[in-house]
């Protein structure tokens, strides 16, 4: 079993940027991909990003590659999020996900968070 607890969310401007957090606690840390996903009122739960457990691969979807930055730190069981020049598309609750295999897939993933808003004004 795996709980994990997202933080850094809030209220910023267009161009701000963000660094969201998800600590894991249970089973160990990097035995397990982790990501990100997504939903904004009114629309479907999306993939955000995805990584190993050894950081060794990562997935962006296209709409935050070079702008939004997954990266992990096993012995602190955390995972972060860097979010730069946040756009209002953007706004979105995010959930921290942890799985067997890296995928887009949420059902591919077993154990989420219970999400942290991010509010991009424009």
């Known amino acids: 079993q795996v709980q994990l607890a997202e933080s850094g969310g809030g209220l910023v401007q267009a161009g701000d940027s963000l660094r969201l957090s998800c600590a894991a606690s249970g089973r160990p840390f990097r035995a397990y991909v982790m990501g990100w996903f997504r939903q904004a009122p009114g629309r479907e739960r999306e993939f955000v990003a995805a990584?190993?457990?050894?950081?060794?691969?990562?997935d962006y979807t296209d709409s935050v590659k070079g702008r939004f930055t997954i990266s992990r730190d096993n012995a602190k069981k955390t995972m972060y999020l860097q979010m730069n020049s946040l756009e209002p598309e953007d706004t979105a609750v995010y959930y921290c996900?942890?799985?067997?295999?890296?995928?887009?897939?949420?059902?591919?993933?077993?154990?989420w968070g219970q999400g942290t808003q991010v509010t991009v004004s424009s």
């Open positions: 990584i190993t457990g050894g950081s060794s691969t990562t």
């Open positions: 996900v942890a799985g067997s295999i890296l995928s887009r897939v949420d059902s591919h993933y077993t154990y």
